[in-house]
Structures are given as structure tokens and as C-alpha cells.
């Protein structure tokens, strides 16, 4: 017995293209394996109509969010990131004759291709800031990989002997939640820290110098002398060489701005804009060494081991890692074009 009910487009263009061939009812079913009555049924609604596909209507419920309600929940949730599934149906249902429940507002959300998700932390960035940040795009769109490549970056850095993950998640029953098992502890400003200070170029990965206190502008000073001078003149003799830094206070001190006048004929402060991370590829580093801590098979169990690990981690960062980062620069500063100053994904 030959297949019944409604066939596939391409199906019924080749029951009509049998008949039309000059086969008939018997011979089309017979070489296409449909019922009689269905070749009958295409030929016909062809015949009247001229169309090859189906007309009927589609089976199951009729989807109480239409195109138009559809557009309506966008509205919604553009004018509101943060509102519950709960305030997003209340708004919806206000004013419309057929109010639909939590369930069809979650479902229709997944259909527009919307999910909840936790929403990246980024620095507040004022309006002064933003035009600092769209001044150095403007002044820098025109560099290329080889003009990135006279840049020496720098920042500092502290990571914690222990981490508080908010995303951890447990499986447990409703009274399990004091079980020792279900337990995630804690220590006061995570057990203390090693706070480190870097530098890199495209070229070579710079030195990584522990900090034993507070880093203030003394401190920072003799970073400067012992390491950010040694590394500039050696990398770039011919004094092209621009030498990043953060707008951090002790970055800034009169004793810090002094020493770089005195040597402003060996390189060049280059001028970074305020609330710019992002724009600065070292942040990259710093995550690359963050996993790597947290991907150790035995974990540092006390600040000196913790330092070692930075170092050897930080060490064997490949070149292509760090040269890539450099050569990011570009797509960088277009971002913050594009967003006029404002956040990056970066």
C-alpha cells in the first residue's frame, strides 16, 4: 500500500512532474510508492491552483505570542535587562485580551533567542573618560603591528592562595545543606595574596617582580630604575620605544614623573587614557596565569609556594601567546571607536 497524507514539497513536485510527464494515476503511484488517492488529491490542488505546495495548516496549538506580541516582548526586555521572567510576563499580559503565563514568557524568550546569563563585570566609565578613551582611538586608528611592536606594557597584578567562586554549584537534598560534603569554605581576604608587578613587549616577555607591600612610589621607582630602564634601552637603542603605564596614583607621583623627564631622550611615556584595562593586552596575561594557578594538579598551600608558581607559570607563557595579544592592538582600538569611547568586549 502506497504512502498516504500530506507529502514534502519535493515530494509533491514529483507526483506532478509524473503526471504531467503523461503517467498516469496508477503508473505514478506505482513508480512513486503513494497511495492512489494521494496522487490523485496533489495533481488536482495543482491543477486548480498552479502551486506545488502544501496548503494546509500546520497541526498542533496555535502559539499564543505572535510576530506582533513577539516585537512587544522585545520592547520589554530591551527596556528592562534586569526584570524577572514574573515582571516580564505582568508587563506583557497588561492591556492584551489573552494574558499568558511564566511558561509561554520563558519559551517565547528562547524562541527570540534570548537567556538568562550573569552579565560581564566592566568598569564604570564617566563621560570625561569616555572622550579620553575616543581621543586615544582617534589618535592611534592608524597604527600598525610594527608601530604596537615599539610598545613595552606593564601592570600589576594580585592573586589570592584562595578563591571565592560564586559559580560553584552542588548537588544536595533539602536538609544536606550544613552536610561537611555541601560545604564550600572560606577565609578572610582569601587567605592573603601575592601581588606582582609586569612588563612585555612583542618582542621578548619581560621581567615579573614580586611585591613585598603596598606598592607606593618609592617602591615603584626602583622598578623603574631596575627594570622598566634596563629593558627599554635594551630592547629599543634607537629610542623609539614607548613605555605603557596605568593612570594608578603611584604611577603618577612627582618623584615617578621626574625620572621619566630626566630619560625622556632613551623612550616615551606613551599617554594612556584613564578606565582603559581592556585596551591594555597584559590583562591578558594575567588571566592566562590565573588559569593556569587554578589548573594545578597540587595548589599552593602557603604564599611562598603560591610566589613560585606565579613565576614558573608567567616564565613559560609562549612567545606566539603574548605576540598575539600585541597584534590584538588594532581590533582594540576599533572597538573603542565603535563604541565611542565606551565598553569594549575586551
Sequence with gaps: MGKKGDLSNFERGMVVGARRAGLSISQSAQLLGFSRTTISRVYKEWCAKGKTYSMRQSCGRKCLVDARGQRRM?????ADRRATLTEITTRYNRGMQQSICEATTRTTLRRMGYNSRRPHRVPLIS??????????????????????????????????????????????????????????TTVQAGGGGVMVWGMFSWHILGPLVPIGHRLNATAYLSIVSDHVHPFMTTMYPSSDGYFQ???????????????????????????????????????????????????????????????DAILSIWANISKECFQHLVESMARRIKAVLKAKGGQTPY
Design 127 to 184: 563621560t570625561t573618560n569616555r572622550k579620553k578613551r575616543l581621543q586615544f582611538a582617534r589618535a592611534h586608528q592608524n597604527w600598525t603591528v610594527e608601530d604596537w611592536k615599539n610598545v613595552a606594557w606593564s601592570d600589576e597584578s594580585r592573586f589570592l592562595l584562595r578563591h571565592s567562586n560564586g559559580r560553584v554549584r552542588i548537588w544536595r537534598k533539602q536538609n544536606e545543606n550544613m552536610d561537611p560534603s555541601c560545604l564550600v
Design 74 to 78: 522585545g520592547r520589554l526586555i530591551q
Design 245 to 307: 603605564q596605568d593612570n594608578a596614583p603611584c604611577h603618577k607621583a612627582r618623584i615617578i614623573s621626574n625620572w621619566f623627564l630626566d630619560h625622556d631622550n632613551e623612550f616615551t611615556v606613551l599617554k594612556w587614557p584613564p578606565q582603559s584595562p581592556g585596551l591594555n593586552p597584559i590583562e591578558h596575561l594575567w588571566d592566562v596565569v590565573e588559569r593556569e594557578l587554578r589548573a594545578l594538579d597540587v595548589h599552593p598551600t602557603n604564599l611562598h609556594q603560591l610566589q
